[in-house]
């Protein structure tokens, strides 16, 4: 953050930086929110995000849900999830009169619950193909669990096909987590298009919460430049919380555990927890 005059800070989207103030508890939970973490390109954050905001909501005292939806499993082993030998989120989908309450697995956070996901979920599209309302598949198994939760977080898989759709048509608003480098740019208009196309035919209730800018370094102008030309192009649209590069992230993924618990004062786990209260402040979070 650079400083603007003596009082005003401002952060690095450009706009005054902006605390958030710590959410009140809620006093009861559910329905929940569905919010799909989308973006066709791989390694721009999705994952790392899906685990942290997760993790950031549940330590503001939200009720989580967390649904692996790339057959990687990425969100599970980040989560410290066993995926094997367990229902997942493809064996609900082939079977949407199975229970999904079967298939949750609560994690080591308070608050935080998993669907976890593996290799098996790259079937899904194949099997799914020919199957009346295939769209909608995703959102007839979360419509029976959504009253236990305030949040559901869906982590996609990097792709626009039958599983994203899925995630968007089941979804309430979609977070798009963008990485600061020149190529990351490239397919957020075909991503946009994807949403809208959903919008228009599947889902009109559906809503772009915003872009979050990820793996953002203060010290390059490539990354300077890059999250400047996104706030110039979406606005408002771009979260004021930006999440830097540090090592912190993949250290954290291998010892199975969110970054606010294992490493709660670095700056990563803060931006996260920021992340929380701004989806809060902006009501894209109950």
Request: charged share 20%; net charge negative; proline share 5%.
């Amino acid at each position: 953050m650079a400083k603007k005059n003596d009082d005003v800070v401002i952060g690095p989207t450009g706009r005054p930086y902006n605390g958030f103030v710590t959410p009140e508890k809620l006093d009861r939970h559910g329905p929940a929110r569905i919010i799909a973490l989308c973006n066709q390109k791989g390694g721009v954050g999705k994952t790392t995000t899906s685990i942290n905001l997760a993790a950031s909501l549940a330590n503001y005292g939200r009720r989580v849900l967390a649904v692996d939806f790339d057959p990687q499993g990425a969100l599970s082993a980040g989560l410290g999830i066993a995926t094997h030998d367990v229902p997942t989120i493809y064996d609900l989908m082939l079977d949407t009169k199975s229970d999904p309450h079967e298939a949750i697995i609560p994690s080591n956070v308070d608050g935080l619950d998993v669907i976890p996901a593996n290799i098996d979920l790259s079937a899904a599209e194949v099997h799914l193909v020919n199957e009346v309302a295939r769209e909608t598949i995703l959102s007839r198994v979360l419509s029976k669990v959504a009253k236990d939760y305030d949040v559901i977080l869906i982590d996609c898989q990097p792709s626009l096909g039958l599983l994203t759709v899925n995630a968007l048509t089941a979804a309430h608003g979609v977070l798009v987590p963008l990485e600061c480098e020149y190529f990351a740019l490239r397919g957020v208009a075909l991503l946009i298009e994807t949403i809208e196309k959903v919008q228009d035919r599947l889902n009109p209730s559906l809503e772009l919460d915003g872009l979050l800018a990820t793996m953002y370094d203060a010290r390059t102008l490539h990354s300077r430049e890059v999250l400047e030309r996104i706030v110039e192009t979406f606005g408002d649209k771009v979260f004021e919380t930006v999440i830097g590069r540090t090592v912190k992230f993949p250290d954290a993924s291998v010892s199975g555990v969110p970054i606010i618990e294992y490493a709660p004062s670095h700056d990563a786990a803060q931006a996260y927890l920021r992340l929380a209260r701004e989806l809060v402040h902006r009501g894209a979070v109950a």
